[in-house]
């Protein structure tokens, strides 16, 4: 048997799941917060562009684009300041079942306006053309969806590491209290981080949805557990780990399916999970916490 | 170093996963392939893939069978397996949420074997995801739109007639005219169960309960039914003998066959013997409820709304009951179950709640078992319109249907794809 | 120590009260009143809530595998109470059950228990060493394993596979969920209210005092898992009974979120606000809201706009979000009722308000 097309379908799925990995990532390492709603953003991202430029749209898919990147931003931007800046001082189980009432909102709204119906992603000119490389074929989507995730996750390290946001950015995580009083706009930073997860959120929307292309309002579900368990796998707080971890989860899910593994395919990923987790509770690329008194 | 130690790790399952591999998956002789795709947990999809594979073992052909976790988007793994088995068939009786991404998936990658499902696929769903498809989508169905014949043509035009007058109608229908199996069925058994109010009215006039209703379902007998004659063997199943085959193309299903099988049951000659009390007819406001228990949301919501339409469409067509010289409305309450098992008693309890007679659905096999319970306790009959898993009507007195089931469609597809693939 | 203060008489007389309300509701509503459907769900939910509450609100653990144990407890209580003469035609795919004996309800209640425990023991041999959010994650972990892996054709013979199981003991009475929601529930308080339930406290305020206090941390916070997961897997149980019908997809994470819910509507630490909760989490939600997902719907003969399939759960999540946001600490907080207290405060209220001539709410 050729492992070919399941070793690119595996690396493809995790690299869309890792462009969302990287949000939960991200404000998991500057909130402490597991945002639950963000694999529900990622599908509300795909339904607003199925409304702009799909069957019941007339926008031209371009532009569409645009505005659904846009519009996601500002949702991720609006999620944070409406559901969890509020909560900021409250306990932290507050602010994660505000994030379960998000992610229930979403949904609920989506399956209101859809009528709980699967709608068709538009063709997306380029990503949904069909190519045949390595001997497989399949829609281009799939097989740039590692290296997009690669070239972004490369570019957020070095915006991270060498621009003086990146720096407020690396003291918030570091320390809340502290880099409050060195006098930065905290904040600011947390909704910048919103919108570059939201970002992500989008541009993964972009390739996956190209690819599967029915979406009804529970399409983000999948996605967002496989997303968080990668960003989990990987060390959450660490965004190359969330990268890592991604690309494990989908090459070890499509390669369990190869071999025969079908009917535990969603049990594998969770006892991967777990594993990592008794292992190395901080997952791979983690960093050692130390209890304060 | 711990780092690479937990790649290492995370390594070595995979390589644990290639060793343990299961090897029966892989394909052993030279007879013709069928793979065949289930959902995972799902009553309905399982059971008639299992009919399907014992059917078509039997004729000869060897089965590949996988399931998949609900809520996956992904298909093309399981569309590489099938091509890397050489199948000459893929058969995957599942909602239309997982038909969606499937068809589009098989697409991408270039399959060339033909695609077949049970009743769900028949639906605008498969008809946008099928638009320009290299390879043959087949389902089967319990009617046909183009039959020329009486009763059938007369309830298309009429009902398309009346979607196109409702534009709310028809948004609930998926935006267009196309007219579902389901919704036939569903204005079958609403006319079935017309007809054994009205027999139990005779008997029992105004100190009918439900429990008569039920007994006159029993023997009901619908002869000018859109989806054939209908009429209900000793388990409460319709005896039907043909399936209808029919192919997406073109943004419309074109008729391919009548696939007929023998049914030798015979109608229920007595009414079966019930217990319970019974809800009364509700002599105070001169109506009579007929509870509609359907999924109008989640994952069957599209052939549950169009299941519904047919009930509204037959209601709007007759809607009084002569009982003593009384004029009494017939109204509909439509309570959803949201595709949900947990959803079952509750949604059934509502319908029990407002006094109902008599109630018609679900979409679904699973949440029609789950409610089974729910009517029997309230002695409320229930007519079941295209739940198609054994286990509706067995061991559940008060349950009927008016569709056939899934070892007969499941056959039926057995041999179809036998016949195709053969050729 | 003295039991019978005022608080715990008017407490006692407030349940007996509740108790006579049930009663009359059992003998007197109509045999098709919603009452019945929805009261043996809020039973259900108000014993997982609590038992929920136990792990979270009282010991500090914050888990979401009440779904997988709820699992646990249906299957066990469904399989173990199925008729040996209609076993055959349940388990009709996979030729027969393993078990062939019918146990009597209460016993099969307790095995449902035991069996969600032993499985939490295991689980939590590995897990409870996490920290808060991976510990959160790695039983969330659990429970989908736990549903992927009974739904397995393989294991038919014992679970039935993906097929639901019907037929098995069922009773439709109000009072028996009452009976065994209102023992589970009593046991848990006494259980939070002795010295255990002090140490699950100390440990919730703050670890690394308590384990200075000398208090064994993995052996009481295994202790509260395990109980926990044992009244949870009764609510399984129970939910097999109002259900009906037991299947595995039923139980996602969603219940798990569910349960959180009810339990921060009522009150994070609040036994009573657990209860009040899920009264009115699942009347609302199955019962007094349910005319918003009714087109049709008429008030005062105009139709009113936007309802149709699925508003009803536009609206609940709109009312969870608002609960979440500005009301935070629940109905209850982290106070129990004290209907005596409450009638104290009453009676002063009254008089200061006749003193300030309409003073503040």
Not at chain 1, 82 to 91: H, S, V
Request: with cysteine; net charge neutral.
């Amino acid at each position: 048997m050729n492992i070919m097309p399941y070793v690119i379908r595996g690396l493809a799925t995790g690299g869309q799941f890792a462009l969302v990995a990287i949000g939960y990532t991200m404000v998991y390492g500057i909130l402490k917060l597991i945002n639950f709603a963000h694999g529900d953003m990622f599908m509300v991202s795909g339904i607003m562009l199925i409304y702009m430029a799909g069957s019941t749209g007339a926008m031209p898919i371009f532009a569409s684009i645009i505005i659904m990147v846009i519009l996601t931003v500002i949702l991720g931007y609006l999620i944070e300041k409406c559901a969890y800046a509020p909560l900021r001082t409250a306990p932290r189980m507050s602010s994660m079942i505000s994030a379960i009432g998000v992610s229930y909102l979403l949904q609920n709204l989506v399956s209101y306006i859809t009528g709980g119906l699967s709608k068709q992603y538009p063709e997306i000119p380029g990503l949904s053309t069909s190519v045949r490389f390595l001997g497989v074929k399949d829609k281009l989507s799939v097989f740039v969806s590692p290296v997009v995730a690669i070239v972004l996750m490369v570019v957020l390290v070095l915006v991270i590491n060498h621009t003086k946001f990146g720096m407020s950015m690396r003291a918030v995580s570091k320390d809340f209290e502290t880099s409050q009083l060195m006098g930065i706009k905290i904040n600011r930073v947390i909704s910048i981080t919103f919108a570059i997860g939201a970002f992500l959120a989008a541009v993964g929307s972009l390739l996956y949805f190209s690819k599967n292309t029915g979406i009804n309002h529970l399409a983000g579900s999948t996605p967002g557990i496989k997303a968080f368990i990668a960003a989990v796998v990987g060390g959450i707080g660490s965004i190359p780990g969330a990268v890592v971890g991604a690309l494990i989860i989908g090459l070890v899910e499509s390669l369990a399916k190869a071999f025969g593994l079908a009917d535990f395919s969603d049990v594998i990923s969770f006892a991967l999970l777990i594993i990592i987790l008794v292992f190395k509770p901080t997952g791979i690329f983690g960093e050692k916490v130390i209890d304060k008194v | 170093m711990k780092k690479i130690l937990a790649i290492l790790l995370a390594l070595a399952m995979v390589f644990a996963l290639a060793a343990c591999g299961d090897a029966s998956a892989e394909k052993k002789s030279d007879k013709v392939v069928a793979y065949v795709l289930a959902e995972k947990g799902d009553t309905y999809s399982l059971g008639l893939a299992n009919n399907f594979k014992t059917a078509f073992e039997a004729l000869g052909g060897e089965v590949i069978m996988e399931t998949f976790p609900a809520n996956t988007t992904n298909f093309s793994d399981y569309v590489q397996k099938a091509m890397d088995n050489s199948a000459a068939v893929m058969f995957a009786p599942n909602s239309t949420t997982v038909a969606s991404n499937l068809i589009k998936n098989a697409q991408d990658l270039g399959v060339e074997f033909p695609l077949m499902a049970g009743d769900t696929w028949e639906s605008s769903v498969i008809l946008d995801a099928a638009k320009g498809c290299d390879f043959d989508v087949y389902c089967s169905t319990f009617f046909d739109e183009n039959d020329e014949s009486g009763t059938a043509k007369e309830f298309v035009t009429g009902f398309k007639a009346w979607l196109n007058a409702n534009s709310d109608k028809k948004d609930m229908n998926g935006g267009n005219d196309i007219v579902a199996a389901v919704s036939a069925l569903g204005f079958d058994a609403y006319n079935v169960a017309m007809v054994a109010i009205r027999a139990a009215a005779e008997t029992a006039g105004s100190a009918m309960t439900s429990i008569d209703v039920a007994k006159a379902i029993c023997t009901a007998k619908l002869e000018n039914a859109v989806t054939g004659v209908i009429q209900f063997n000793e388990t409460g199943d319709a005896i039907k003998d043909s399936a209808y085959i029919k192919k997406a193309a073109d943004g419309a299903f074109q008729f391919v066959k009548v696939q007929k099988t023998a049914n030798s049951d015979s109608p229920m000659s007595t009414a079966k013997e019930y217990a319970e009390a019974g809800i009364a007819l509700d002599t105070a406001n001169k109506k009579i409820v007929i509870g509609v228990y359907e999924p109008t949301s989640g994952a069957n919501g599209a052939g549950g709304k169009q299941e519904v339409l047919g009930v509204e469409y037959a209601n709007s067509l007759d809607h009084v009951v002569t009982i003593d010289g009384v004029d009494y409305e017939v109204v509909l309450y439509v309570s959803d179950n949201g595709s949900l098992e947990e959803n079952a008693v509750t949604a059934a309890s509502a319908i029990v709640n407002q006094g109902a007679l008599v109630a018609l659905g679900s979409y679904g096999s699973g949440v029609s078992i789950a409610a089974a319970d729910t009517f029997s306790a309230a002695g409320m009959p229930a007519i079941g319109i295209s739940c198609t898993n054994t286990a509706v009507t067995e061991g559940h007195d008060y349950y009927f249907r008016t569709c056939f089931l899934d070892p007969f469609q499941g056959g039926v597809m057995a041999s179809f794809a036998w016949e195709t693939v053969a050729k | 120590m003295k039991i019978l203060t005022k608080k715990s008489m008017c407490n006692l007389a407030l349940v007996i009260v509740l108790l006579i309300v049930l009663v009359c509701i059992e003998l007197f509503a109509p045999a098709t009143s919603m009452w019945f459907s929805v009261l043996r769900k809020v039973f259900t939910f108000s014993l997982a809530a609590v038992s929920m509450n136990l792990l979270n609100g009282f010991t500090g653990l914050f888990s979401l595998g009440q779904a997988g144990f709820m699992l646990l407890g249906a299957y066990t209580y469904a399989v173990l109470t199925i008729p040996t003469d209609l076993r055959h035609t349940v388990f009709r795919n996979y030729g027969d059950s393993i078990f062939n004996f019918q146990l009597p309800l209460v016993i099969a209640l307790i095995c449902a228990g035991i069996v969600a425990a032993f499985f939490a023991y295991l689980i939590g041999l590995p897990v409870l060493r996490l920290k808060s959010d991976y510990l959160a994650i790695a039983t969330l972990g659990f429970a989908e394993i736990a549903r992927g892996l009974v739904q397995l054709q393989q294991f038919g013979p014992v679970t039935n596979g993906p097929d639901p199981i019907n037929n098995f003991t069922a009773p439709k009475n109000i009072l028996v969920y009452a009976a065994i929601a209102g023992v589970c529930i009593l046991i848990i308080i006494m259980l939070i209210d002795s010295t255990y339930g002090r140490a699950f406290k100390a440990i919730r305020d703050d670890e690394i005092a308590a384990e200075a206090m000398g208090i064994n941390l993995a052996h009481h916070k295994r202790l509260s898992f395990v109980t926990s997961s044992f009244f949870c897997g009764i609510a399984g149980a129970m939910l097999a009974m109002c259900n009906t019908s037991v299947s595995s997809v039923s139980f996602t994470s969603s219940m798990t979120y569910q349960i959180l819910l009810v339990v921060v509507i009522g009150g994070i630490g609040s036994v009573s606000g657990s209860l009040i909760a899920a009264f009115i989490y699942y009347a609302s939600s199955e019962w007094w809201l349910k005319f918003l997902d009714l087109e049709t719907f008429t008030a005062a003969g105009t139709k009113i706009p936007l309802l149709g399939p699925g508003f009803r759960m536009v609206v609940f999540s709109v009312l969870i979000m608002i609960i979440v946001l500005f009301f935070r600490s629940g109905i209850m907080g982290t106070r129990e009722i004290d209907v005596y207290g409450f009638f104290c405060k009453l009676a002063g209220k009254g008089k200061a308000k006749k003193a300030q001539e309409g003073g503040a709410n």
